[in-house]
């Protein structure tokens, strides 16, 4: 049959008619059927099918086509097309898409599922997800991860990329990035970075935190983090740990007295 007498058998047919049509059809004699179509048409035998034979169209199409498919779309359709797709079927889609369309994609989907579409992908895969991506996204990206998550998003990063990361991230998140990392990787943030963003790092720090940043740096290093701070700042720090060690003498003859 031409494409043109299929169009003829397909009008004033109800879904579940085309459905039947569909029964015993191999994908290649499904394929005909869709040359010639419109997105629409498509879309038309879409409704009323389950997600299995959605899976069954896709078997033997071309990147492209399923591109073809995807424009005139709504998210919510896209988001049903994904479920009961294995990872390396989400990363087949993928390939060919511009980045624009990833963001569409990731409209109307819950952090679980960005966190489902990482799974399986390398850290390039992941970087060419961040490109062209608001500050705002890759915050909304890092909800509900954890922090070996973050870090194996860091590796392979160069630093400006780690610090486009900080910007618009408030001092708790920041602290949140350093929870669970070695000394190195909190010097290797620091490394390109300005005194003034050191300092904004230090802000909402608590003393043993910033003891904690000293831990393993050079003499040079904590001579370089007081460069650009106030004399008042310096004060500060000598005051905050001079009370810290009160407390500690104070909270260790009570114990004894306790005894």
């Given amino acids: 049959m031409h494409v043109d007498e299929i169009d003829g058998m397909k009008i004033g047919m109800h879904v579940d008619e085309i459905n039947e049509m569909k ?27 389950h997600v299995d034979e959605i899976n069954e169209m896709k ?14 779309m709504h998210v919510d359709e896209i988001d049903e097309m994904k479920i009961g797709m294995h990872v390396d079927e989400i990363n087949e889609m993928k390939i060919g898409m511009h980045v624009d369309e990833i963001d569409e994609m990731k409209i109307g ?5 960005i966190d489902e579409m990482k799974i399986g992908m ?11 991506m608001h500050v705002d996204e890759i915050n909304e990206m890092k909800i509900g991860m954890h922090v070996d ?34 000394v190195d990787e ?9 005194v003034d963003e050191i300092d904004g790092m230090k802000i909402g720090m608590h003393v043993d935190e910033i003891d904690e940043m000293k831990i393993g740096m050079h003499v040079d290093e904590i001579n370089e983090m007081k460069i650009g701070m106030h004399v008042d700042e310096i004060d500060e720090m000598k005051i905050e740990c001079m009370l810290m060690k009160l407390k500690m003498k104070i909270e260790c003859m009570l114990m004894k007295l306790m005894k």
């Fill in 186 to 194: 909190i010097n290797e943030m620091k490394i390109g970075m300005h």
């Fill in 23 to 49: 029964i015993g059809m191999h994908v290649d004699e499904i394929d005909e059927m869709k040359i010639g179509m419109h997105v629409d048409e498509i879309d038309e035998m879409k409704i009323g099918m």
């Fill in 122 to 132: 390398h850290v390039d895969e992941i970087d060419e997800m961040k490109i062209g």
């Fill in 59 to 72: 078997i033997g199409m071309h990147v492209d086509e399923i591109d073809g498919m995807k424009i005139g």
């Fill in 149 to 182: 998550e973050i870090n194996e998003m860091k590796i392979g990063m160069h630093v400006d990329e780690i610090d486009e990361m900080k910007i618009g991230m408030h001092v708790d998140e920041i602290d949140e990035m350093k929870i669970g990392m070695h």
């Fill in 109 to 113: 989907m819950h952090v679980d599922e």
